[in-house]
T-cell receptor, first 112, second 115 residues
Framework: KQEVTQIPAALSVPEGENLVLNCSFT??????LQWFRQDPGKGLTSLLL?????REQTSGRLNASLDKSSGRSTLYIAASQPGDSATYLC???????????FGAGTRLTVKP | EAGVVQSPRYKIIEKKQPVAFWCNPI?????LYWYRQNLGQGPELLIR????????DSQLPKDRFSAERLKGVDSTLKIQPAELGDSAVYLC?????????????FGPGTRLTVL
């Protein structure tokens, strides 16, 4: 059974800091890993998808890495801004199915 | 390109009442998912459709929950009767499965409050 854990549960940083969000999963036999952003009261916005053959993906100030062997992924946010404040969730496929197993998320607050 | 559309955005009902949620996936996406998200947790899958076929409904509480996806496009999720514990955000997502890569796109969700 795939279990996904995200640490920390909450993070508060001053504007401009670089930060790292962590995601770990128990079953390393995954096809991909996806990072999402969720604003309060809103749905999930896909940020990055890393295929199992890749080690990282970049989009603007975001960089996600994947280490399948250790069951870990990190999301790096450079030069954080108040607009980055949201909950960030990682998700991996559940077993051989296409649906995703989600972590509980990291609630990020970037203070001006 | 329009994203995943869901309605209503909010619903407040008394317990034991029925409720229905509607989802219109991204055009061309053959796979549709319904998730439930409780406060402070990640979404959990309720049911997955491949076109009009429900291929994974193992986590759908079938005594009170039902879903359909007629013609393989729009989908409706129903709860009858609703219980207090059903209060949550119900999210719809869609994807185009490309080999083993399956990027999912989510709608804004329906926030259900059962009183």
């Amino acid at each position: 059974k795939q279990e996904v854990t995200q640490i920390p549960a909450a993070l508060s940083v001053p504007e401009g800091e670089n930060l790292v969000l962590n995601c770990s999963f128990t079953d390393s036999a995954i096809y991909n890993l996806q990072w999402f952003r969720q604003d309060p009261g809103k749905g999930l916005t896909s940020l990055l998808l890393i295929q199992s053959s890749q080690r990282e993906q970049t989009s603007g100030r975001l960089n996600a890495s994947l280490d399948k062997s250790s069951g870990r992924s990190t999301l790096y946010i450079a030069a954080s801004q108040p607009g980055d404040s949201a909950t960030y969730l990682c998700a991996v496929p559940r077993g051989g199915n296409n649906d995703m197993r989600f972590g509980a998320g990291t609630r990020l607050t970037v203070k001006p | 390109e329009a994203g995943v559309v869901q309605s209503p955005r909010y619903k407040i009902i008394e317990k034991k009442q029925p409720v229905a949620f509607w989802c219109n996936p991204i055009s061309g996406h053959n796979t549709l998912y319904w998730y439930r998200q409780n406060l402070g947790q990640g979404p959990e899958l309720l049911i997955r459709y491949e076109n009009e076929e429900a291929v994974d409904d193992s986590q759908l509480p079938k005594d009170r929950f039902s879903a359909e996806r007629l013609k393989g496009v729009d989908s409706t999720l129903k709860i009858q009767p609703a219980e207090l514990g059903d209060s949550a955000v119900y999210l719809c997502a869609s994807s185009v499965a490309s080999g083993m890569v399956n990027e999912q796109f989510f709608g804004p969700g329906t926030r259900l409050t059962v009183l």
